[in-house]
């Protein structure tokens, strides 16, 4: 789930230009989940069908599992990772959480990193975006 984003010098503001990337739901019971580790890093890029972040969550089901689970999330969208914002050492989040940012552009990857460090995505400014399209699988180990 990836939304867009811009910077101006007196003030970031969202746009056309960025993706933000949020903690899916992948259950309706899912109250929380983890990031459990980041399958790309700041400035690659990201094509549809690439697997982007590992999520872990006790709830898949309507129940608490009695261990964890790690799902693979995988982009339908493109862009250049400009800025991870909750790493596997924030814990349990709640899903729509902002976990990071895309770029549609490689030249716009700074502005948009530094325009998401200013900003509270997860509030006001990150309600009406365009969030990166994505499906989950189950992590076979």
Same mark, same amino acid.
């Given at each position: =789930?990836?939304?867009?984003? !811009?910077?101006?010098? #007196?003030?970031?503001? +969202?746009?056309?230009?960025?993706?933000?990337?949020? =903690?899916?739901? !992948? $259950?309706?019971? =899912?109250? %929380?989940? $983890?990031?459990? &580790?980041?399958?790309?890093?700041?400035?690659?890029? /990201?094509?549809?069908?690439?697997? /982007?972040?590992?999520?872990?969550?006790?709830?898949?089901?309507?129940? &608490?599992?009695?261990?964890?689970?790690? @799902?693979? /999330?995988? $982009?339908?969208?493109?862009?250049?990772?400009? &800025?991870?914002?909750?790493?596997?050492? %924030?814990?349990?989040?709640?899903?729509?959480?902002?976990?990071?940012?895309?770029?549609?552009?490689?030249?716009? /990857?700074?502005?948009?990193?530094?325009?998401?460090?200013?900003?509270? +995505?997860? #509030?006001?400014?990150? &309600?009406? !975006?365009? $969030?990166?399209?994505?499906?989950?699988? @189950?992590?076979?180990?």
């Amino acid at each position: =789930m990836f939304t867009r984003l !811009l910077c101006t010098r #007196a003030a970031p503001t +969202l746009a056309a230009d960025a993706i933000l990337v949020r =903690m899916p739901q !992948l $259950s309706p019971a =899912m109250e %929380t989940a $983890s990031v459990h &580790k980041w399958l790309i890093r700041e400035g690659e890029f /990201v094509e549809p069908a690439d697997l /982007v972040v590992e999520v872990e969550t006790d709830t898949l089901l309507e129940d &608490k599992s009695a261990e964890a689970v790690v @799902l693979e /999330v995988e $982009s339908h969208d493109e862009g250049w990772l400009a &800025k991870i914002l909750v790493g596997p050492e %924030t814990g349990p989040i709640r899903p729509g959480t902002v976990l990071a940012v895309l770029a549609e552009e490689e030249h716009q /990857v700074g502005a948009i990193a530094q325009a998401a460090d200013q900003m509270d +995505l997860n #509030a006001r400014d990150g &309600k009406q !975006l365009r $969030s990166m399209l994505w499906q989950a699988y @189950l992590k076979q180990c």
